[in-house]
């Protein structure tokens, strides 16, 4: 079937599902079946290249029974519709559509879940945590026993510089580095980020947890007390792993599988440090103070 018609088809197809599901869910409410579907749902923002996959791998390896991701969804849609299917479907759940029967879930008849992870990349937070979203929440994902909002942060340097990388080797990032108006438009979700981090804005209400990547990374204390907050018998497993989804580490792929801790991470900017793009950052003031607010002086950055 040829790609037109092929989009079209599933156009088609999702528009009936999405009508069933609107339809669906009134009765349901009034038939008093509407118990909760999900003991803990997670709604994960960071921006692309800040861990996002390493840290959901890490979830997955700690928590046990059913549990489903839907990677990299668009903001105020229903998860199960926008969700990016071949990065939800590999690594993580390989058995994901024989799991899940996903024409019934966007329908709104929910299978049971013990962790739902629906995630958002390089996306607005005002959007993320919208209005309409949380009016629709129970229809387009059921309802949960316990919710939290997690955002991961990672300094702006490494950040920009594995960015750099995937613009270099070709590989797209939703907002490019290279270009100037794209550029922008990651400076100022970084900043965004970097406020809600700091609690300067609050668009993220449910339980929230900020995660500082460097830290998550590099201090196994650190990556205790975040398991804890999440209520997360703590292991650690999974630290060590490098998942394939996104293409692994954008320095190294996946060669340091197994052996994730020895990746040089938080030195990524020192592969960039002439680049005339990159130095864009260092002379943007408010990226400069809202850095060290979060993750003090990066050695070598100043100098």
Known sequence: MARPLKK??????????????GCFYPVKKMCGSDDVVNKVEMRFVGLQRSGNHAFINWIFNQTSGRKCLLNWVMS?????????????????????????????EKMGFFSKKDLLIYSYEDDFLEKVGSDNFETCHDRWIGRSGA???????????????????????KIENRYSCRIESERNIYISLWKQ???????????????????????WFAEKPYREEVATRL???????????VVHVGGGSSFDNTGYDSKASEMKVLDRWRNYADDKDFKLLLGDCEILELSKKIFGEIPGIRS
């Not at 105020?76 to 019934?104: G, V």
């Not at 209520?231 to 792993?241: N, P």
């Open 231 to 241: 209520g997360l018998e703590f292991t650690d497993k999974g630290m060590e792993e």
């Open 76 to 104: 105020e849609t229903n998860p199960f519709f926008s969700f990016h299917k071949k990065s939800t479907a590999r690594e993580l759940q390989k058995n994901f559509y024989s799991d899940f029967n996903i024409p019934m």
């Open 193 to 215: 980020y970097a406020k809600e981090y700091l609690g300067i804005t609050n668009c993220l209400k449910h339980n929230k947890i900020c995660v500082n990547y460097n830290k």
């Open 8 to 21: 079209f088809v599933r156009a088609v197809g999702n528009s009936i599902l999405a009508a069933g599901n």
């Open 147 to 169: 919710r939290f909002d997690i955002l991961i942060v990672r300094d702006p340097f490494n950040l920009t510089a594995s960015r750099l990388r995937r613009d270099d080797d």
